[in-house]
C-alpha cells in the first residue's frame, strides 16, 4: 500500500464535470489500496475573477484581506470534489489550510510553510478516508490566513507529502509533463521523461510556471519524489528527481524558459563612486523587492547606467523609491522599461562545455533578436530582449539546440 498525494490545479478542476472526473480517477487509486491525500487549487480562473473584484474596489487592498479573499476559491473546490467523492462511494473530508494546520509566517501574498501537523489527516487516512485538502492557503501565528504566492498549491502538495513522508507527490495539470518548454509556444517542444530537481528548480526559476519554483525547492530539500502528469490522459508524465550515476549522458541543454513578468529600471548617469550601487539596491531590498539581472557600465563622461530587472508588479514601485535617491546620487534620471522577456537556456550540461553562449547568441543573431542585458550561471544563460520577440526567440533556440530530438546516449 503506497501513500500518495495527488495536486490537481485549476484547468482539472474547471468544471463540475471535470471535479467528477477527478474524484473518478481518485477513486480508481484508492481501489488499488493506496492511502491518497489530494490537494487541489480554486476553478480555473476563479482566482484571478477574485484578484479582479477586489482590484474594482482598491488596487492597494491590504494583503491581509487579499488573503481571505483569494482562498475562497479552494475552499469552493475541496467541499464540492469531497461531495463528488462521496457520491462514488469513497469516504472524504474536506480541509482548509487553517484546518488542517499549515503554519506559517506572517507575509501575505508569498507566506513561506513553517510546519504542518499532521496528525489529523493520519488519522482520516488510517480509517479509510480520502482527504482533500485546499492548496495554495495556510495560518500564521495568530490565526490569520496566509496565501503561499500565485501557483502555490503545488508547494501545498509537497509539503504535505514531504511531512506524510508520500512514496510520491503527484501534480494532474492540463500538460503531460514537463517539456523542454512550453509546449504552448513551441509545438515541437518535447517532453522529458526525467528532470533532475536542480534543472527543474531553474526551469522554475526562469519562468516555466508548470511547478511552482518553491514546490521544487521543497521536493528537492525533502528529497520528494516529484511526478508531473496530465489530468486528462494516461502516461508516465515526467519524473523530477535527483540524478543517478548509471543514467544516460545528460543532454547539454535540457530547457528553454522564459517570462514575460519582468520589467527594467535604469538609473541613468550614475557618478562612478564607491557605494552608488549599494544606495541604489539597498532600499529596493529594504522594500522587499526582488532584483534579479544587475547591468552596470562605465561611459566616457565617468558616469555609469545602472539597470537592474524586477517583477513587472513592483516596477512602479521600484521606480518611486529611485527618484529620491537618483537625486542625492547626482544621476541624471531614473527611466523604465515594461516591454521586455527574459528567456533563459538551462542545463547541468552546459558546466562542462564551452560555447553554448555563443551559439545562443549566434541563433538570436540570424533572427534579427537585439540583446539587451545577458546573466549566465553554472547551468543557465538568460538574455532579456524586447517583449515582441519573445515567441521567435524560444522557437529558435529549440531549434538551434535540437531540442526537439532526444539526447544522445
Ligand atoms: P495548473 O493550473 O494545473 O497548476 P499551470 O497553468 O500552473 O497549471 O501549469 C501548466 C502550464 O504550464 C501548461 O499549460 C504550460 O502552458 C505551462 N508550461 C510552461 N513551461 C512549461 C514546460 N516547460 N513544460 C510544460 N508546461 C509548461
Ligand atoms: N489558485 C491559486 C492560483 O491561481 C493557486 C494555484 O492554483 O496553485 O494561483
Ligand atoms: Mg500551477
Request: with cysteine; hydrophobic share 40%.
Given at each position: ?24 480517477k ?138 506524510l ?40 526559476s526562469l ?13 528537492g ?17 515526467t ?92 544621476a ?61 526567440a ?16
Amino acid at each position: 500500500m503506497a501513500l500518495i498525494v495527488q495536486k490537481f490545479g485549476g484547468t482539472s478542476v474547471g468544471s463540475v464535470e471535470r471535479i467528477q472526473a477527478v474524484a473518478e480517477k481518485v477513486k480508481a487509486f484508492c481501489n488499488k489500496g493506496n492511502q491518497v491525500v489530494v490537494v487541489v487549487s480554486a476553478m480555473s480562473g476563479e482566482t484571478n475573477r477574485l484578484v479582479s473584484l477586489a482590484t474594482e474596489i482598491d488596487d492597494q487592498a491590504s494583503a491581509r484581506e487579499m488573503d481571505v479573499l483569494l482562498t475562497t476559491g479552494e475552499q469552493v473546490t475541496i467541499a464540492l470534489l469531497s461531495m463528488a467523492l462521496e457520491k462514488t462511494g469513497i469516504p472524504a473530508r474536506s480541509y482548509t489550510g487553517g484546518q488542517v494546520r499549515v503554519l506559517t509566517d506572517d507575509v501575505h501574498g508569498k507566506a513561506r510553510i513553517r510546519e504542518i501537523d499532521h496528525e489529523k489527516i493520519k488519522a482520516d487516512l488510517d480509517s479509510g478516508r480520502v482527504v482533500v485538502v485546499a492548496g495554495f492557503q495556510g495560518v500564521n501565528e495568530k490565526g490569520d490566513i496566509t496565501t503561499l504566492g500565485r501557483g502555490g498549491s503545488d508547494t501545498s502538495a509537497v509539503a504535505l507529502a514531504a511531512v506524510l513522508k508520500a512514496d510520491e507527490c503527484q501534480i494532474f495539470t492540463d500538460v503531460d509533463g514537463v517539456y523542454t518548454t512550453d509546449p504552448r509556444v513551441e509545438e515541437k517542444a518535447r517532453r522529458m521523461s526525467r528532470i533532475t530537481f536542480e534543472e527543474m528548480l531553474e526551469m522554475a526559476s526562469l519562468g516555466s510556471k508548470v511547478l511552482q519554483i518553491r514546490s521544487v525547492e521543497f521536493a528537492g530539500k525533502y528529497n520528494v519524489p516529484l511526478r508531473v502528469l496530465s489530468s486528462f490522459k494516461d502516461g508516465p508524465g515526467t519524473l523530477i528527481s535527483v540524478e543517478e550515476g548509471d543514467e544516460m549522458e545528460r543532454p547539454v541543454i535540457s530547457g528553454v524558459a522564459f517570462t514575460r513578468d519582468e520589467a527594467k529600471v535604469i538609473v541613468r548617469g550614475v557618478p562612478d563612486i564607491p557605494g552608488a550601487a549599494y544606495k541604489i539596491l539597498g532600499p529596493i531590498g529594504e522594500a522587499n523587492i526582488e532584483v534579479d539581472m544587475i547591468v552596470q557600465n562605465i561611459g566616457e563622461d565617468k558616469t555609469t547606467d545602472f539597470t537592474f530587472t524586477v517583477h513587472r508588479n513592483e516596477f512602479s514601485k521600484a521606480q518611486n523609491i529611485l527618484r529620491d535617491i537618483a537625486k542625492e546620487l547626482g544621476a541624471k534620471e531614473v527611466i523604465g522599461d515594461t516591454d521586455i522577456a527574459k528567456v533563459s537556456l538551462v542545463g547541468v550540461g552546459m558546466r562542462s562545455h564551452a560555447g553554448i553562449a555563443s551559439q545562443m547568441f549566434g541563433a538570436l543573431a540570424a533572427d534579427g533578436i537585439n540583446i539587451q542585458m545577458i546573466g549566465t550561471s553554472e547551468i543557465k544563460i538568460s538574455v532579456v530582449i524586447d517583449e515582441k520577440y519573445l515567441e521567435l526567440a524560444v522557437r529558435s533556440l529549440h531549434a538551434a539546440f535540437e531540442l526537439d530530438k532526444p539526447p544522445t546516449k
